[in-house]
């Protein structure tokens, strides 16, 4: 009889991780006999390879490990494991990260009780990994992709029904060794009947994940970045669905790009990325999209128009540097000295007058006095 689960564990080079991992998934209250691990050992040149294999020995019933030479990203491990599942359900489980004990019973148990085709299980960083978390607010059953905060999270750390995927033929895209999740995911979001989410429960615990995904260059975020436009252009029509995800990448797609300049040392190459994208940025700042983004960002995209990328990067620097607070108001850090500002009097103008107070609204800076 097939498993109920098949869980997918693409490794490479996590000796210090893998043990932990795989052991979150065989201790699953769910049970071994409803649960297969497929763990996929990426070329390891450290003990990775032996210690899937000493779990395997001592669970061969339960798990299975495949020995290939390096690909160079999770892309084509996470592909054979889902070649080779048999569950009703597959999990994608990364190696440095573990599962809650009641992880799978909880996410299946939803996905039976509401013929879900996706399920979020809620996710805690530890290690100091930073993990989405707004769209862990509650239990909801049958999420609306477009009102919701799911689109914020498009890993594929999540429960998939397998023949969702296998109806769409969707694998992960090979040689793309950055964001390569992000087309996965958003596909089955999109395609999904019905998508549910756990929020009660801490499914997820993430370590600080790989080194070459944290360093990945500008021209690598810009191709994921590009991508993943093309993708929403192509599944969605134009209108207010397709610009609420867009949104997302605004958020966090434009800013990942940002930072990644900031530690680029060839001037060139981040002039030509910033010069790709300003044509799309130039398009959405006026369109409906800027409309529903925080003035941080419409002030970030008048930089953009405006061909100023010190000023842009200079802007993330300092919005990072505040632990993520955005710069209001004319701070120095958020626009470039030299730039012209349109002010609008609120009433006449009058002598001896002083500014009593100060404060930034939605549409503007304030200024109040007597």
């Known amino acids: 009889m097939p498993p109920l689960v098949s869980v997918i564990v693409p490794a490479y080079n996590s000796e210090t991780t893998i043990g932990a991992c795989i052991s979150s998934a065989l201790e699953q209250t769910i049970g071994l006999a409803d649960v297969e691990v497929i763990a996929v050992d990426d070329g390891s040149t ?3 390879g032996a210690s899937l294999d000493a779990f395997a020995a001592r669970h061969p019933d339960a798990m299975r490990v495949v020995h290939q030479e390096n690909t160079g990203g999770p892309s084509v491990p996470r592909n054979v494991g889902l070649d080779l599942a048999q569950g009703k359900y597959v999990f994608f489980l990364d190696a440095d990260d573990r599962l809650g004990p009641e992880a799978l019973e909880r996410m299946v148990g939803m996905a039976e009780e509401h ?21 862990f607010t509650r239990n909801t059953p049958r999420a609306d992709l477009f009102r919701s905060r799911i689109y914020w999270t498009l890993s594929p750390l999540k429960l998939f029904r397998r023949d969702f995927l296998e109806s769409l033929a969707l694998r992960f895209p090979v040689g793309q060794h950055y964001g390569e999740d992000q087309p996965f995911t958003a596909r089955a979001y999109l395609n999904a009947r019905v998508i549910s989410v756990l929020a009660d429960y801490d499914c997820y615990y993430a370590g600080k994940g790989a080194l070459s995904v944290n360093s990945a260059s500008v021209a690598t975020r810009l191709t994921s970045l590009d991508g993943m436009l093309t ?7 134009a209108g207010r669905r ?26 060139d190459v981040r002039r030509a990325a910033f010069d790709k994208v300003r044509p799309a940025v130039a398009e959405w700042s006026r369109g409906p999209v800027a409309k529903a983004m925080g003035p941080y960002y419409r002030r970030q995209w008048l930089l953009v128009r405006a061909g100023e990328l010190d000023a842009v990067v200079e802007q993330v620097r300092h919005f990072d540097k505040r632990g993520g607070v955005a710069p209001w108001g004319f701070d120095p850090a958020a626009l470039p000295a ?33």
């Open 115 to 135: 013929s879900s085709d996706v399920v979020l299980g809620k996710m805690v960083g530890v290690d100091g990994r930073g993990v989405a978390t707004t769209m």
């Open 242 to 267: 397709r610009d609420t995800l867009l949104k997302r990448h605004m958020e966090l797609g434009l800013q990942s790009l940002w930072r990644a300049m900031r530690s680029e040392p060839d001037r």
């Open 231 to 237: 993708l929403l252009r192509a599944e969605l029509p």
């Open 338 to 370: 030299g730039l012209r500002l349109r002010l609008r009097a609120a009433g006449p103008a009058a002598s001896a007058r002083r500014v009593w107070s100060a404060g930034w609204r939605r549409v503007g800076e304030k200024l109040r006095g007597a």
């Open 46 to 48: 450290d003990g990775t």
